[in-house]
């Protein structure tokens, strides 16, 4: 539970329709309350303070906060998820953070060092090289404005920001905290970004140091020291001594901009594409705080003005079954887009189900990863925002990172487990498009690396994937598919358009140093979706599609030599398998394909049957993997079964080795050699993929979302140590 203090004589119970909880913290605006929305998620409520309401400057600082929210890059901030007026004072709904400001975690902890306070350094950069970015100045920058979250530090609190490029109704009077204010802002002058890095620096040395450079006791001899001597840096070293020093220039001129502190932070001379994915990653926390998930939009009693939203619900559905958005009316063709391009949203593409089983929807999109939920009753706001947050928490216990666990084995420490060997639970963080939540811990060995969400308004699946293995996930809406490599460093993507002479392709795309290769495909009017990355990260397997009528058919496969930036496009004869995908076998070898009454039919890289394994049942729509880790048994729906049966298969001979039954609605994928992943619906209002054992016992939550929400994850096997 967070903390926070009790309510005070005068504090309301509600505001905008939501119940307080009690107080988070207050500041020169305004209280900010803790408050729980419809969904039983925490949000966090900012209110004016009363001798403010009649002040236009104040108000318009009050109100700065939203503007700025919607220009400022989701990863670096909180998002703001709602504004309305109550009692003549507005107030401000934004997403709760829960975790300690930077300043309460060195008073209580000690000063910043090593790996820690390097992370930290490239994470506040980055969050002010995107308000950047977006145009703003934020003009209070300081260690009571960073919040150590789960996904790495956030910055808050925009009420004094401003525009780089338009006049604002602030007064141009000094408005900050002197101890972190550069020379030009404490003599009331124009501030640019450059002022912000100055404050930044000052952080730094504070994060390290736990003082600030120009002391903290009078307020003369603060601005004195700030503007005449120089800084106190002790407890800074290296690089990032050199990048601090160069920040606390006197002169703005004389300063790095943000995005020079990044390169210089990551030892990059010159910029390039993929700095910012690059500096986000970087800054990833190895053991996360835990998070609080993002909240829905608030009930409100009075109109609250939420702005477009972004991911709403899914498309209607046959009970029991979940799958992509319906077609456009009478639309059943691509148009032409200049050089070739894919249909819009609403015509026909292969379904968003197992890559194995038959059925098919109207989408563009053909990966076929499982569908989670049906439709979306209420619009959810995941824009990029600022809340204030000010919870105190310890961090969880240290767990198991994915590259110490020989060392950790060796010296008999191990997490927290199940009987059977599975982490008892892990760590709760929000990821952006909804009320999602995983539950992560470093000893599990598949990560959720890529999803997808349904955003009904649009008609379209929009694509989220990972910065690394443990990092925060990005947006990428101009992509059909998006793939994650299995150690992070890599991702694929398939764009929306052919290329100019009329070829699919995927772009793979190296997250540490931002360079992007396009490797061309099958020829229009052909597809070629993305199926799975192999183990090793070496190849990736593409699906060929051909439209047929109101269907999609599967003609063969593409495999992508990744280090040779060369695709093998591989066309099957056998017309009987073409109504399923191919997805890699136990060894990744080869391909397999699994069609009603055909059996698991086994292929090489040439295309043709190796062998056949008949009698196995069928598999559960949404199935992503059904080889174990070690590629030796594989499991399906059993034959003639009932729900909720499954049988675990000898991959070379066809003998079934185990049968078990489980609450589970739908299998998903190995957890490990003796667990598998899978959907379950329970009688609440959330959905899970737990991990069951082969007793069928629900041993392990690793995500929750809302019943109603269309949602495709995939998760990543972590590769070796």
């Known amino acids: 539970m967070p903390s926070f203090a009790p309510l005070r004589p005068g504090d309301p119970e509600r ?76 107030y401000i709904v934004s997403e709760f953070i829960e975790g300690p400001s930077l300043q309460r975690v060195v008073q209580e902890e000690g000063p910043r060092t090593g790996t820690a306070l390097h992370r930290l350094a490239i994470g506040t950069a980055t969050a002010l090289a995107a308000i950047h970015q977006a145009g703003i100045v934020h003009r209070d920058f300081k260690p009571a404005n960073v919040i150590i979250g789960a996904d790495g530090p956030r910055v808050i609190d925009f009420g004094i920001a401003r525009a780089l490029n338009a006049t604002s109704t602030i007064s141009s009077m000094p408005v900050g905290t002197p101890s972190y204010m550069p ?32 002391g903290s006791d009078t307020m003369p001899a603060v601005i004195n020291r700030v503007l005449n001597h120089q800084p106190d840096m002790s407890g800074l070293h290296g690089p990032l001594l050199d990048v ?33 994915a690059q500096a986000a990653a970087a800054a990833a926390p190895a053991e996360p705080w835990q998070a609080a998930p993002y909240g829905q939009p608030p009930v409100t009693g009075q109109p609250l003005h939420m702005g477009p939203p972004s991911m709403p619900g899914g498309p209607p559905s046959v009970p029991g079954h979940h799958h992509g958005p319906p077609s456009a009316p009478g639309h059943h063709g691509p ?57 105190q928490t310890k ?66 699946w929009i694509d989220y994937a990972r910065n690394s293995l443990r990092g925060t996930f990005t947006k990428y809406s101009g992509n059909w598919e998006t793939l994650v490599s299995p150690d992070g460093r890599s991702m694929v993507g398939r764009g929306r358009n052919y290329t100019s002479d009329d070829y699919d392709s995927v772009i793979i795309t190296d ?78 070898q080869g391909v397999v394909n699994m069609s009603p009454g055909q059996g698991l039919r086994f292929f090489g890289t040439n295309g043709k049957a190796t062998r056949t394994l008949a009698n196995i049942g069928s598999l559960a729509s949404g199935t992503q993997d059904i080889f174990s880790p070690s590629g030796k048994v594989f499991i399906t729906n059993c034959p003639k079964g009932g729900d909720g049966d499954h049988c675990v298969w000898n991959a070379e001979s066809g003998n079934r080795v185990r049968r078990f039954t489980s609450d589970c609605d739908k299998v998903l994928g190995w957890y490990d050699e003796t667990h598998v992943y899978c959907w379950e619906q329970d009688n609440s209002t959330r959905d899970e993929i737990q991990v069951v054992d082969f007793q069928g016992k629900l041993v392990r939550k690793l995500l929750d979302i809302p019943e109603n929400l269309d949602f495709s994850p995939v998760f990543t096997v972590d590769p070796p140590d």
């Open 511 to 588: 997250r540490r140093t931002g360079d992007r290769t396009s490797i061309k495909t099958v020829r229009k009017p052909l597809i070629s979706s993305i199926r799975a990355w192999s183990k090793d990260g070496s190849k990736i397997l593409l699906n060929i599609e051909k439209e047929s009528g109101k269907n999609w058919l599967y003609l063969g496969f593409v495999i992508v030599d990744v280090a040779a930036e060369d695709a093998k496009v591989v066309t099957v004869s056998d017309t009987s398998i073409r109504k399923t995908a191919f997805g890699w076998d136990g060894d990744e």
């Open 395 to 460: 961090p969880p216990a240290a767990t198991l990172t994915a590259n110490s666990r020989a060392s950790v084995a060796a010296s008999g420490k191990r997490p927290s487990t199940t009987p059977t060997g599975v982490p008892r639970k892990g760590t709760k963080r929000a990821i952006p498009g909804g009320a999602i939540s995983v539950y992560e811990n470093s000893a599990d060995p598949i990560t959720l690396t890529s999803y997808e969400v349904y955003n009904k308004k649009a008609d379209d």
């Open 183 to 214: 020379p030009e802002q404490v003599m009331g002058h124009t501030v640019g970004p450059a002022a912000d890095l100055f404050s930044w620096g000052s952080t730094m040395v504070f994060a390290a140091s736990g003082r600030s450079p120009f």
């Open 335 to 391: 148009p032409s887009m200049g050089g070739g391009g894919y249909p819009p949203p609403g015509d026909h593409r292969p379904t968003h189900l197992s890559p194995y089983s038959p059925g098919h929807s109207q989408r563009q999109k053909s990966r076929a990863p499982i569908v989670i939920g049906v439709t979306v009753a209420v619009a959810l706001l995941v824009l990029a925002g600022v809340g204030v947050v000010i919870s």
């Open 15 to 90: 505001l905008g329709g939501l119940p307080l909880l009690g107080r988070l913290g207050e500041g020169g605006q305004g209280v900010v309350y803790l408050a729980r929305d419809p969904a039983g998620t925490h949000v966090a409520v900012k209110w004016l303070r009363p001798d403010q309401a009649g002040d236009e400057v104040s108000v318009g600082r009050f109100l700065r906060e939203v503007q700025v929210a919607q220009q400022v890059a989701p990863f670096c901030t909180a998002a703001v998820l709602g504004t309305g007026i109550e009692h003549d004072r507005p």
């Open 244 to 276: 601090v020093a160069a920040c606390l220039a006197k002169d703005p001129a004389q300063r790095p901009t943000a995005e020079q502190v990044i390169m210089r932070l990551l030892q990059h001379p010159v910029p390039n594409s993929g700095m910012l």
